[in-house]
């Protein structure tokens, strides 16, 4: 009986693990030399693929379209081809998404939160 019940309690925190929902509005504060820019990313998924915006209120650039985005074990990454950004972070347990965000030669610590 122990067996079994470990079997179905494995099973389900696997299941729980792999379906974790990366979709929504994710908020993180870049920090560059001499200032700090907030920026939202905007993740939708639609017939099984993810698709998303990235806003950044404090230059006024709301909208701007994300070239890629994917979620795969627990890893999100994201590029902006005409602005040269690239993304990668891990969602944690507690949905935190800390990673490197990278544009133009230069990478920096940015971590998300819903």
Same mark, same amino acid.
């Given at each position: 009986?122990?067996?079994?019940?470990?079997? +179905?309690?494995?099973?389900?925190?696997?299941?729980?693990?792999?379906?974790?929902?990366? &979709?929504?509005?994710?908020? $993180?504060? #870049?920090?560059? %030399?001499?200032?700090?820019?907030?920026?939202? +990313?905007?993740? /939708?998924?639609?017939?099984?693929?993810? !698709?998303? !915006? #990235?806003?950044? %209120?404090?230059?006024?650039?709301? $909208?701007? %379209?994300?070239?890629? &985005? /994917?979620?795969?074990?627990? /890893? #999100?990454?994201? /590029?902006?081809?005409?602005? &040269?950004?690239?993304?990668?972070?891990?969602?944690?347990?507690?949905?935190?998404? !800390? $990673? !490197?965000?990278?544009?133009?030669?230069?990478?920096? %610590? +940015?971590?998300? &939160?819903?």
């Amino acid at each position: 009986m122990k067996k079994v019940n470990f079997a +179905l309690l494995f099973f389900f925190a696997v299941v729980s693990m792999s379906a974790q929902d990366i &979709t929504g509005n994710w908020k $993180g504060v #870049l920090k560059v %030399p001499g200032a700090e820019l907030n920026l939202v +990313l905007h993740i /939708t998924k639609s017939e099984n693929k993810l !698709t998303a !915006t #990235l806003d950044s %209120p404090d230059q006024k650039a709301l $909208g701007i %379209p994300v070239t890629s &985005t /994917t979620f795969e074990n627990s /890893t #999100l990454k994201f /590029t902006v081809d005409n602005l &040269t950004i690239e993304y990668e972070g891990v969602l944690d347990k507690n949905q935190i998404i !800390t $990673g !490197t965000f990278k544009q133009m030669g230069q990478s920096l %610590p +940015l971590v998300f &939160t819903r």
